[in-house]
């Protein structure tokens, strides 16, 4: 071979060989179950109805986007504060970016390390769509995010008591991106501790990412703590750049986090 073409081909190797590492899923932090793959939605229907006695939060990330991180890293955080609440979050990662070329890595997986987490592969992203569907003629739309049509960096959470029959029950909160959600999400949390307290104000301003089907964001919060028995807090949307993140899908693509390592 001519040695000119030496580098090109050494060049393809390595990225065929990083994609075959990168495809490998990584360990899930100690006291959680191991990765799942979600072949059917059989099983997590099962695990959600199961733990029907608790709060339920599903969140779903895309492995390589530095926002998704962000947000894993922040719902980790509110999981440390409220320690001894019960719940359990099903943290669905789906291939959405161009990066997105397998399984998260260990390092990715380690953003949420709290015993109430499990973890869950998605690579036909059946988990989004089943949430979208569930979602049809409701009233809580996510502000964000879709990407050709699929529904992605969101958090849905489930008050005790409902189940998942054909379709998942109505949610308390449904939005994204999941860095955004956080201060709603922690209401609600906050409110599941004391419920003759005020329900906190939301601190952040929802992103308009992608093609927002809706002009603003629904909390429903229970009062008293039962689903279907809530009021709404409306938040404002704003402009598809009031910051940085909001060109999330931009910022993924071209600068993908080394989430394997």
């Known amino acids: 071979m001519s040695p000119r073409y030496l580098g090109p081909v050494a060049i393809v190797v390595l990225l065929l060989l990083a994609r075959v590492w990168m495809a490998t899923g990584g360990t899930t932090p100690a006291g959680q179950p191991p990765l799942a793959d979600v072949r059917t939605l059989d099983a997590l229907r099962a695990e959600f109805n199961r733990d029907a006695a608790k709060m339920r939060v599903l969140l ?91 529904w992605w960096d969101f958090i849905a959470v ?25 201060p709603a999400f922690e209401a609600l949390l906050t409110k599941a501790h004391d419920p003759s307290a005020s329900t906190p104000s939301t601190s952040c301003e929802p992103t308009n990412c992608g093609d927002t089907q809706s002009g603003q964001s629904r909390l429903s919060v229970p009062d008293p703590w039962n689903a279907g028995e809530g009021r709404s807090i409306l938040r404002r949307s704003v402009p598809q750049a009031h910051r940085l993140g909001c060109f999330v899908r931009a910022n993924c693509a071209v600068f993908p986090t080394l989430a394997h390592f």
Do not use: M
Not at 92 to 111: E, K, M, S
Not at 158 to 182: M, R, S
């Open 60 to 150: 779903s990330l895309a492995a390589t986007c530095p926002y998704c991180l962000k947000g894993a890293t922040g719902i980790e955080q509110v999981l440390a504060r409220h320690h001894d609440y019960p719940l359990v979050v099903y943290n669905v990662w789906q291939p959405v970016l161009p990066t997105d070329w397998g399984q998260p890595g260990t390092g990715a997986l380690a953003r949420l390390a709290n015993a109430r987490v499990r973890q869950f592969w998605d690579g036909n992203r059946l988990v989004a769509r089943a949430v979208e569907h569930s979602s049809l003629g409701r009233a809580l739309q996510p502000n964000c995010c879709f990407e050709r049509g699929l």
């Open 158 to 182: 489930y008050a005790p008591g409902g189940h998942w029959t054909d379709k998942l029950p109505e949610p308390l909160l449904l939005d994204g991106t999941v860095e955004d959600a956080i």
